[in-house]
């Protein structure tokens, strides 16, 4: 009887502890990504997916404090999916209305890196569950995958440089499944004419797609 007690109280214990440090973490993460109020930046926007033959093009994007965010492509429209899609973790992270749930460590490209999952309150909420990989030291975001209700699931990769203190990225690479990839009808009817058709496109569905964002420039914090 008493091995099982003190089990029982070290596991409860190990959990209030996991739980305390994870509340830090998690306030030391939105403290430094709440830094940043607004910013435009200028990148590059590669498209890798099979029924969409895009060349690489140039585009702008504006974020403001917590969650307005845009792409804008020169000459074109943006080909980012619609609905619950993102590639701003800010705006994921500073809404705030949801709950924490520790989950251990995992080594992702020789670095060790704390994982949480953030479980929106709101069943509102387009996001089901957000895992955030973790850059203790740095604090920075690694890697996220995000289950969302209407873009099913997909995966984003974070690389950076000279912007790192202000926890923004030089790259981002979002990998998904098309069979999820939504876009609006009448950019989908100009690709179908475009590939050979309904039938075709639907051959290409199911396989993973992927869209990537290289920044060459910020502008932090200006209005």
Not at 98 to 107: F, K, L
Request: proline share 3%; glycine share 8%; charged share 25%.
């Amino acid at each position: 009887m008493k091995k099982i007690f003190l089990f029982l109280m070290t596991s409860l214990l190990f959990a209030k502890l996991s739980a305390q440090s994870t509340d830090v973490l998690m306030g030391k993460l939105k403290e430094k990504l709440a830094k940043v109020k607004d910013y435009s930046a200028v990148a590059q926007l590669k498209t890798d997916v099979a029924f969409l033959k895009l060349p690489i093009s140039k585009v702008n994007i504006f974020y403001k404090y917590p969650d307005q965010f845009q792409i804008k492509k020169e000459g074109g429209v943006s080909i980012l999916p619609k609905g619950g899609m993102s590639v701003n973790l800010n705006s994921l992270i500073l809404e705030g209305n949801y709950t924490v749930i520790p989950s251990g460590n995992i080594n992702w490209k020789e670095a060790s890196l704390v994982v949480l999952k953030l479980v929106p309150n709101a069943e509102s909420s387009d996001l089901i569950i957000l895992t955030l990989y973790v850059n203790e030291k740095e604090l920075l975001i690694k890697k996220a995958l995000a289950t969302t209700k209407q873009n099913g699931t997909y995966e984003l990769e974070l690389e950076y440089g000279k912007y790192s203190e202000w926890g923004l990225p030089d790259r981002v690479k979002m990998i998904f499944n098309t069979k999820e990839f939504s876009l609006p009808k009448a950019v989908t009817l100009e690709y179908e004419s475009g590939f050979g058709g309904k039938k075709e496109v639907k051959k290409a569905l199911g396989n993973k797609g992927r869209i990537e964002l290289i920044y060459s420039s910020y502008l932090i914090n200006k209005g």
